[in-house]
Nanobody, 120 residues
Framework: VQLQASGGGLVQAGGSLRLSCTAS????????MAWFRQAPGKEREFVAF????????QYGESVKGRFIISRDPPKKTVYLQMNSLKPEDTAVYYC??????????????WGQGTQVTVSS
């Protein structure tokens, strides 16, 4: 499985961005797509995951109510709509393919990361 993430950039606090991640190859038993983020000097943090069926999605506490994850199975693409962005959302955002879990160690396939910078 190869993952290609895009959509990062620079935005002012309170603004919005939408990230995309497209998978290629066989996803096999990987039933979910997830987003994680990593700020400099910090551990990789769970943001959200969604199952390809759309039956289950989960969010990290710091983004609940502001971020929305969605998927387009025919396009093998997952989106992360990020609203009401805060400077503390600044990080490199990674998409991942794997089980519907919140721990980064459970994911084998990762995208290359896309930088999101939120200015105050």
């Amino acid at each position: 499985v190869q993952l290609q993430a895009s959509g990062g950039g620079l935005v002012q606090a309170g603004g919005s961005l939408r990230l995309s991640c497209t998978a290629s190859g066989r996803t096999g038993s990987n039933n979910a797509m997830a987003w994680f983020r990593q700020a400099p000097g910090k551990e990789r943090e769970f943001v959200a995951f969604i199952t390809w069926t759309g039956a289950w999605e989960q969010y990290g506490e710091s983004v609940k109510g502001r971020f929305i994850i969605s998927r387009d199975p025919p396009k093998k693409t997952v989106y992360l709509q990020m609203n009401s962005l805060k400077p503390e959302d600044t990080a490199v955002y990674y998409c991942a393919s794997g089980p519907s879990k919140v721990a980064a160690r459970d994911y084998v396939y990762w995208g290359q990361g896309t930088q999101v910078t939120v200015s105050s």
